[in-house]
């Protein structure tokens, strides 16, 4: 019973926080936010009894593809900065 | 307008079909047919006490396979995306803050830590819960450590294409001695299978899935590396 209410717990958790990444304005907020649903999903895993998927998701889910996704925006930043800068220099064309 | 109530329709939509996956979820009582006959089966086929590594290294073998397989062309795709245009721009050194105190002292603690528990997880996968991916994710979580704790670092290039490599061969190589001295390919009983609970059980499971762990470890490592931009 008890396994039960804290499945349900996190499942309301993942739920206000893959809403919550959805609607934020900045990007930052909503890669925590979704690796944060990983986490709680993680959790909900190893609830049911599975350890395996839950390790599974701990670290893919929520800690590397959090790192990718923060890497690609840095990247992504970068690219449209040197962008910016090859105009200026072609004659401030937009 | 339309626009919204199309989206609309196409939730409610996704809703219905998914109403009997909600309905049905659940702790079974008791597992089906096949999962009582993997119960049954596995430690005696392959003496492995973790269940979930049987299936997935020998009954699902083959599947496997084909995991470490699309892995591989993840990487060698981030590889050959990220890695060509830096070197057009190889001699503007991007400047790059240095991580914290604090982020590099527990790096130099927890590097050894990670590697060691990422070893121990894919060992014991025929044992405890986890296995090659798992392990090989943590110790991929070390090498990321060391990247953000000083962005300057560069991982070994060779010794990590060394090591998926070989680790890749050695994986290959294991699945083709079950169809020698075995019922087929990835049959992991070609070794002698030992008592059930012990470390040296359970035939090849343990090589495999060491051979996976370091395989996966490297490949992430890569795609870490590539991420970060300045691989020459």
Do not use: C, W
């Not at chain 2, 109530?5 to 659940?26: H, R, S």
């Amino acid at each position: 019973m008890v396994v039960d209410m804290a499945i349900l717990v996190s499942g309301v958790v993942m739920i206000a926080a893959g809403i919550g990444a959805v609607l934020a304005k900045s990007l930052l907020v909503s890669i925590i936010l979704s690796g944060g649903v990983s986490l709680v999903a993680s959790l909900v895993f190893l609830l049911m009894g599975a350890p395996d998927v839950a390790m599974t998701e701990a670290a893919i889910g929520s800690g590397l593809t959090t790192v990718v996704f923060l890497y690609a925006m840095a990247r992504s930043k970068q690219a449209d900065h040197e962008d910016a800068e090859a105009n200026a220099e072609a004659g401030g064309q937009p | 307008m339309m626009r919204k109530i199309l989206v609309l329709l196409a939730v409610i939509g996704f809703g219905v079909a998914m109403l009997p996956l909600v309905l049905e979820a659940g702790v079974a009582e008791a597992p089906g047919e096949l999962a009582t006959a993997y119960l049954e089966q596995s430690p005696r086929d392959f003496a492995a006490a973790n269940v979930v590594t049987a299936i997935v290294v020998s009954y699902r073998g083959f599947d496997t396979l084909g995991e470490v397989a699309v892995l591989f062309a993840a990487t060698a795709g981030v590889g050959a995306l990220l890695t060509k245009k830096r070197t057009e721009t190889a001699g503007a050194e991007p400047e790059r803050k240095p991580g914290t105190e604090i982020l590099g002292t527990a790096t130099g603690l927890l590097t050894g830590l990670l590697v060691m528990f990422g070893v121990y997880i894919f060992m014991h996968g025929h044992l405890t819960p986890g296995g090659g991916f798992q392990g090989g994710v943590v110790i991929a979580t070390a090498v990321l450590l060391n990247l953000l704790a000083s962005p300057r670092s560069r991982v070994a290039h060779g010794v990590m294409t060394a090591v998926e490599s070989l680790s890749g061969a050695a994986y290959v190589a294991l699945g083709l001695l079950g169809v020698v001295l075995a019922a087929g390919f990835l049959d992991p009983r070609a070794l002698p299978l030992g008592t059930l609970g012990a470390l040296a059980s359970a035939g090849a499971i343990p090589l495999i899935y060491s051979a996976i762990g370091l395989k996966v470890g490297a490949e992430l490592s890569g795609i870490l590396e590539a991420l970060k931009g300045d691989r020459e």
